[in-house]
């Protein structure tokens, strides 16, 4: 089993920054991608950036530039810094981890996939 924990999350004026983290607890050894999908009540969840065991980042178009995804495996945690930020990346960011990941960032059928709690990013104009 593994358990993923947020936090970092919060209200922040454009132009802020931010950073989440996301612990993982467990056989983390079986969840070489992790990353961060981000939803509202408007919208669908989507990827936001995501990092591979081997050091691979795929970044959503609309965070590109602004967010960096990092991943320290001793502590088993990943981060998100968010820079720049605008009141449309206001949402609910959930951390994901999976054995293995669909053209989407997703965890591929039959492979382990695990979501966070998500955590409250709320960012004012």
């Known amino acids: 089993q593994v358990q993923l924990a947020e936090s970092g999350g919060g209200l922040v004026q454009a132009g802020g920054s931010l950073r989440l983290s996301c612990a993982a607890s467990?056989?983390?050894?079986?969840?070489?991608?992790m990353g961060w999908f981000r939803q509202t009540p408007e919208k669908q969840r989507e990827l936001v950036a995501t990092?591979?065991?081997?050091?691979?980042?795929n970044y959503a178009d609309s965070v590109k530039g602004r967010f960096t995804i990092s991943r320290d495996n001793a502590m088993n945690t990943v981060y998100l810094q968010m820079n720049s930020l605008k009141p449309e990346d206001t949402a609910v960011y959930y951390c994901?981890?999976?054995?293995?990941?669909?053209?989407?960032?997703?965890?591929?059928?039959?492979?382990?996939?695990?979501w966070g709690q998500g955590t409250l990013v709320t960012v004012s104009s």
């Open positions: 990092m591979a065991d081997g050091g691979i980042t």
């Open positions: 467990g056989n983390i050894f079986s969840i070489p991608v």
């Open positions: 994901h981890a999976a054995s293995l990941v669909n053209k989407y960032g997703l965890g591929a059928p039959g492979y382990l996939e695990v």
